[in-house]
Each structure stands twice: as C-alpha cells, then as structure tokens.
C-alpha cells in the first residue's frame, strides 16, 4: 500500500507549486540579480561590419596557364579573409596610413610603405580572431565584422581588414600573371635557340630529302613561337580584378549583445525554472499529504470527515477543547458522528478505538468530541482514556485524573463508582486512565482487560477507546484487537503518508477493521 502514495496527478503538481510559491520567487529574483551581476561582468564590445564584393581575379584576355573562368570558391575566400596573414596586411596597412597621415587605405603610397612593415605575429593573431567573416546566401559577397572594446578601433580594423583582403587577392592574381609571362619568355627563348639551331642545320644539308625535313620542323617551331607571342599579346592587356568594398564600415554607437535587461529577465526565468523544479522535488520529498481525501482512499482507507482541533477555537476552562453546544465546531464535529454512526449501525458495531498515527494530542480532541457528539445525538456513550502512559483526556473535560481505566480492570475499584459525567449531557460517561502503571501493556494483553470490555458493553451503544498513537508504542495495536472497529486520526500539515501506510499495516495485522478517517485540521483561532 505504501507504494501507491508516489502516484501525482496534474493537480498534485500545480498544487506542489503553489504551496511553494515562495520558493519559485525567491530564485526568479536571485537569478535575476546574478544575471544582472553577469552581465555587468561582461566587457562591452563594438561590432563594425563592411562588405566586400569577390570577383573572379581575370577578368580580360586569355592565357592557357590561367583559368580566366574559374569559379569563386567562397569557403576559401572566407578563410582567406579571416587568416592572420591578411590580419598582418591589415596591421601594417593602419601603421603606414598612421605615419603617411593618410586615410585612404587604398592609396598606392600606403600601400608601399604597407608592404615594407614587420608586424609582430601576436598582435595579427588577436585581430584574426576579433574578425568574423560570413557570406549571405546565394550572393559573392564577404561580410567581415570586427569586434573591439573601442568602436573607432573596431571600425578602423574592420576597414583594414577589407582592403588588406583585397590586396592579397590583387598580389595573388598578378604574382599568377608575372609567372605566366615568365613562363611565355622562357619557352619564346627556347623556340629561337632551337630556330638558330634549325638554320645551320639546313644550310649544312647535303640532300634534298634532309633539307625538306628540316624545313618542316622550321615551320612548327615559328608556328609555335607565334602562338606564344599572341598569348604574350593578351596577357599584356589582362586585367586583375579582386573585388571592392561595397560598404565601408562604420563606427558602432552602441555595444554589442545582450541588451541591458537582458541579463536580469534570463536569470529570472532560469531560476524560475530551477525553483520550479527545486519546488516540485522538494514537495515530493515531503511526505506529508498533499490532497488528503485522495491519497487515503488509495490506502484503502474511508474519510468520514474532518473537524478543526486547534485549542484557541474551544470555550471553556484550562485545557477545555470541547466544542459548545450549537457552535460551526459542534456542527462538524457531529455531521462527522453522524457519518462514522451510519457506518457502524450498517455493520452493527459499538466498540471503536480512536487513535493516531504518531500525535496524541489531536486523536484525545478528536475522541472526546466525538464522543460529546453522540452523547448530544441521544445514544449511551462511554468515553475511555486508554493512554496510559500520557494521560490527557480528562484535563479535556476541566477534570482530575482519580481512579480509573488501571484501577477497574485490576479490581480495585467499581466500574459504577469511577465513573465521571463531563458534560451537560447525562448520556455521556466518562472513565479517566485512572492510577498509573509501570507495564501497560500487560493490562491490555490480559483477560482483565477483555473481561472488563464484556461487562461494559451491553450497558452503552457506543464505547469510545482514546488510544495513543499506533506507532509511538504498541499499546494501541493491542486496544484494536479487542475493539470492533478502528477510527484513525490524520492531521494533514503533520502526519506522513508512510506513517499513515505504516499504521494501517500494523492494524492490519491483528485483524483491525478500520472504519473510518478523521481528518484533523490544526486551525489557529
């Protein structure tokens, strides 16, 4: 039985949340505060953004040692433009713009003077890795952005970083040209050596067959060295293309990320979640009852009712927790009676124990305004304080504990001459723990004790037993075997639902009919 208390309904869940609202809040703000606290922890960056058009470096003439139509590659131009090779160029286009007093980053002079400067190989790899390139979808265009804690520096980077990409591609189109050439002039130079050669050769021929065969290879050779001097011709009038800056970057007015609440409202959504979740364990940890009238039915268990118990609710004397006649308390303490009697009439049963889980206090509140109650409905009622080793049940009523419960099932005294009436109504007896002893449960093992519940009987329709709790100690356990039925007494913000699964286990195992479940609200005044 005690497995089917992990089941949670949705309810449940909302319920856990509500209960812990505070909880949930509590790390909203904190996450709040860390989030702000984070983010002020953060260094401002400045983001500055150009564009760059890539063309296809060829774009006049034609050389079979250039692939004029080849396709951009833009996954190379991006790591190109990302590289610390271009990051050095962009360094040192900035120092000769800085000692030229120049602006223009595309101005030959600053270029030159560019090309003869060492930058040191830390400070490019730091702006390498301060340079984002990225290239929209389906377009040739590079979008370089330049991050820095300066919004001019991010800027003037960003710029650099464009035209230094430029030249690199400039230098690499050309440096292809000039070794085109180069390679043209040599070959050019070999086809006239061999013509030279061809020359003597032919005017040292002997026959008419030797002189016609070489004058063959005469004609290839000055076929050849045509064709190269027309693909000198065009390479003359190539012209390199890199690309150009679409647009120049400008400087950022404001810093890049998260916006200034954006910290604050994350945290606290994170921490909501995270108190949510703290909440919702937290609860399930809580052994306590979350919805009573539900999880007692899933121990099998009949909820008859519940009924306030807070002394300050209760008129009367020093200790008094009897309801007044007529009172909302009386009321619900006797539709309680009313519901429990129905139950009892049904299955013609007169003799119940009253007892809790682990807290005597609420079950001797519960059993003697249960007992008033029927009392007031008309039936003979007998109240017994059955907690021997904590008597309290009279100090309910404003009484003295004399003789009692010990003492007439020891024989000392008589039944009839122990017996209180605490009430304005003569339909209730009341028989106190009496004296104490040293072994209670001997006195409710014994034939004494089931003698003495044979001789009282037929005189009451109701015999109520005020027991101790079932697990604080074992007496209870021993009460129930005798009696007809058990009530069970559950105080929702107190009693645990393992206790609860424990008690009823232990009642179970004497042949103990539980017949009801009195839900005991500890209600402040």
Same mark, same amino acid.
């Given at each position: ?15 856990? *949340? =509500? ?22 922890? =953060? ?29 951009? @590659?833009? %996954? ?75 919004? !001019?520096?991010?800027?003037?980077? %960003? ?69 190269? #001097? ?5 390479? @003359? ?28 409202? @994350? ?27 539900? !999880? ?34 009386? !009321? ?30 609420? %079950? ?23 907690? *021997? ?8 009523? #404003? *009484?003295?504990? #004399? ?16 017996? *209180? ?25 014994? %034939? ?8 009282? =009987? ?65 209600? =402040?005044?």
């Amino acid at each position: 039985m005690a497995g089917d208390t992990s089941v949670v309904s949705v309810s449940e869940y909302t319920s856990a *949340l =509500k209960r812990r609202w505070w909880l949930i809040l509590l790390c909203a703000a904190l996450g709040a505060i860390a989030g702000l606290f984070l983010l002020g922890l =953060k260094t401002k960056t400045f983001v500055s953004e150009a564009k760059v058009e890539v063309r296809p470096l060829i774009v006049e003439g034609d050389s079979p040692n250039l692939d004029i139509n080849r396709q951009v @590659s833009l %996954t190379t131009e991006r790591s190109i433009a990302g590289s610390q090779r271009v990051a050095e160029r962009a360094l040192a286009l900035i120092a000769a713009s800085d000692e030229l007093g120049i602006d223009d980053l595309d101005d030959n002079t600053v270029d030159e003077l560019a090309s003869r400067t060492l930058i040191d190989g830390e400070a490019a790899r730091v702006v390498a890795e301060s340079i984002t390139v990225t290239v929209p979808n389906d377009s040739h265009i590079l979008v370089i952005s330049g991050e820095n804690t300066d919004s !001019e520096r991010a800027r003037e980077i %960003t710029e650099a970083v464009a035209y230094a990409y430029l030249d690199f591609r400039r230098e690499a189109g050309l440096a292809a040209t000039t070794e085109a050439v180069a390679q043209l002039e040599a070959s050019e130079a070999d086809l006239l050596e061999e013509l030279d050669e061809l020359a003597r050769q032919m005017g040292k021929a002997v026959s008419e067959t030797e002189l016609q065969a070489l004058s063959y290879r005469d004609i290839a050779k000055k076929e050849q060295l045509a064709g190269i #001097g027309s693909r000198l011709a065009n390479l @003359s009038i190539i012209s390199v293309d890199p690309g150009y800056v679409l647009d120049d970057p400008a400087k950022s007015d404001s810093a890049a990320g998260l916006p200034p609440l954006a910290g604050p409202i @994350s945290g606290a959504l994170l921490g909501a979640s995270l108190g949510a979740a703290a909440a919702y364990f937290a609860d399930r940890k809580d052994d306590r009852f979350r919805s009573v009238g539900t !999880e007692l039915t899933r121990l099998g268990l009949r909820p008859v009712g519940e009924v306030p118990v807070g002394r300050g609710l209760f008129k009367g004397g020093s200790g008094s927790v009897i309801a007044e006649f007529g009172s909302p308390i009386s !009321e619900s303490y006797r539709r309680v009676q009313g519901s429990l009697m129905f139950n009892l009439d049904e299955a013609d049963k007169s003799l119940i124990m009253v007892s809790g889980v682990d807290n005597p206090h609420s %079950t001797t509140t519960v059993a003697a305004n249960l007992a008033v109650a029927a009392a007031r409905a008309g039936r003979r009622t007998l109240l017994i304080g059955a907690d *021997l080793r904590r008597p309290s049940l009279h100090d309910r009523f #404003g *009484l003295e504990n #004399g003789k009692g419960l010990t003492d007439v099932v020891s024989r000392t005294v008589n039944f009839e001459d122990v017996l *209180l009436t605490p009430t304005e109504s003569t339909n209730l007896q009341l028989l106190t723990a009496g004296t104490s002893v040293d072994q209670p449960a001997r006195l409710f093992q014994g %034939t004494d004790f089931g003698r003495f519940i044979d001789d009282v =009987k037929p005189e009451f329709d109701l015999i109520v037993f005020e027991a101790p709790p079932v697990l604080q100690v074992a007496d209870a356990v021993d009460i129930a075997r005798m009696c007809e039925g058990v009530v069970l007494v559950v105080e929702p913000g107190r009693t645990g639902r393992s206790a609860v699964a424990d008690s009823l286990e232990q009642l179970n195992r004497v042949g103990a009919d539980v017949v009801g479940t009195i839900v005991a609200e500890n209600t =402040k005044s």
